[in-house]
């Protein structure tokens, strides 16, 4: 993205301005009307959610692969995929605003800054929140509407079928064409590493990293114009994919999912994070602040032509 300088300096991104004080209620009640809702079905689902019932046939190689621990556990995905992006968010944003601090004449004017960036850092929460529930929430919906075994389905399960033959990962068929849907669980495991085993499509680290981190890389293509950086802006962007992509593997190495529910997973978590940044979000705004400047003279103009000179020194929001 080229970068326009005003005056010899690197021109920021546009800067969020808080609302007036009913509409910013008005916006933090809807926001949380909007996330508690998407994050109701995730809830119901993960404590009482029931997978289909998906029957299988003895020979299939897909399901007889032995059970692993987790290369990245589910508190790992997490941590990593929300911890980097609210990093990465608040330091940016906040030299977006200490570079309009460093601009400003009044000193009176810092307080409103430092409240500016508390609503700069909301917005971006929010628009990020709002791409991960709504990922979880489609990813979710299809783990248990589809009920995919995994690909260590018989070595957790054990399933033991109406006249009590056991089948595990070393079984051979008798009648490898026979498509065997009563069957119960005979594993040691507890009931929800059953249920969980029925709940391979599609990989839910897959996409939730690749809605967080994707989402991310977007953020710091339209946010981030630091000249100074280099090449060091496209390097912590590949590093972000890089990472997309090696959680995506180690899901299939672990064998906790079939290449094609990562490669769901993934497209799927990538596609809603550029819905969200283009669609719901400001981030492919107008962001420069060249082109604040130009939106302020052309109020100011307007002012004067209409005999309020007195406004011309003051931002058309927040009356900086």
Request: proline share 4%; hydrophobic share 40%.
């Amino acid at each position: 993205m080229n970068e326009i300088k005003e005056n010899g300096r690197e021109c920021t991104p546009l800067i969020i301005y808080p609302p007036t004080k009913s509409i910013f209620v008005r916006r933090i009640l809807i926001d949380a009307i909007s996330l508690i809702s998407l994050s109701i079905p995730i809830i119901y689902l993960y404590l009482w959610g029931i997978p289909f019932h998906r029957g299988f046939n003895c020979d299939d190689d897909s399901i007889r692969y032995p059970y692993r621990d987790n290369t990245i556990s589910s508190t790992a995905l997490y941590l990593y995929s929300t911890t980097i992006p609210f990093v990465v968010i608040a330091i940016n944003e906040y030299f977006i605003i200490r570079s309009r601090i460093l601009n400003i004449e009044r000193y009176e004017e810092m307080p409103k800054l430092i409240i500016v960036y508390i609503w700069q850092i909301y917005c971006h929460f929010v628009w990020f929140a709002f791409a991960a529930l709504t990922s979880q929430v489609i990813t979710d919906i299809s783990k248990y509407s589809i009920g995919r075994l995994r690909p260590h389905f018989l070595d957790r399960c054990k399933p033991m079928l109406s006249d009590g033959t056991i089948i595990n990962r070393t079984s051979k068929c008798s009648d490898p064409y026979t498509y065997i849907i009563n069957y119960e669980c005979s594993g040691t495991a507890t009931m929800k590493e059953m249920r969980d085993s029925h709940l391979s499509f599609m990989s839910g680290h897959s996409s939730f990293v690749a809605v967080c981190l994707i989402y991310l890389v977007i953020y710091i293509q339209t946010r981030v114009r630091w000249s100074q950086l280099g090449l060091l802006k496209s390097l912590l962007q590949g590093l972000l994919v890089s990472l997309v992509i090696y959680t995506g593997l180690s899901r299939i190495s672990d064998y906790k999912h079939h290449w094609s529910d990562v490669l769901c997973g993934l497209i799927q978590g990538t596609i809603v994070a550029f819905l969200v940044a283009m669609g719901v979000s400001e981030l492919f705004e107008p962001k420069t602040y060249f082109d604040c400047m130009k939106k302020r003279v052309n109020i100011d103009i307007s002012n004067r032509d209409n005999g309020r000179n007195d406004n011309a020194r003051h931002d058309p929001e927040i009356g900086l």
